[in-house]
């Protein structure tokens, strides 16, 4: 079994930064990708930002250029710097990870960006 833990979000200003880690433990395989998800209310939960063994990223659109998604794989840690934090940002974030062939996802993390 795997299990994900995430740093606790928070209340933000506009325009403000979070920084949001997920640690994996357990029977844990090589990690191909890890990747951050959210969830707005009454949306479907959209990728966030991927990154993959090799250390490539990609990024939904709405964020290129305010986060940055990184690893440390001696930690089985994925992170996501989020800058210049806008409203629109606001959802309850969720890691996710790739290993032995099976998905796995962090129990959410709540970020709220105030106006």
């Known amino acids: 079994q795997v299990q994900l833990v995430e740093s606790r979000g928070g209340l933000v200003q506009s325009g403000g930064s979070l920084r949001l880690s997920c640690t994996a433990s357990?029977?844990?395989?090589?990690?191909?990708?890890m990747g951050w998800y959210r969830q707005a209310p009454g949306k479907q939960r959209d990728m966030v930002a991927r990154?993959?063994?090799?250390?490539?990223?990609n990024y939904a659109d709405s964020v290129k250029g305010r986060f940055t998604i990184s690893r440390d794989n001696a930690k089985n840690t994925v992170y996501l710097q989020m800058n210049s934090l806008k409203p629109e940002d606001t959802a309850v974030y969720y890691c996710?990870?790739?290993?032995?062939?099976?998905?796995?996802w962090g129990q959410g993390t709540q970020v709220s960006v105030s106006s």
């Open positions: 996710r990870i790739n290993t032995g062939g099976r998905l796995y």
């Open positions: 990154i993959f063994s090799g250390g490539s990223t």
């Open positions: 357990g029977n844990i395989d090589t990690i191909d990708n």
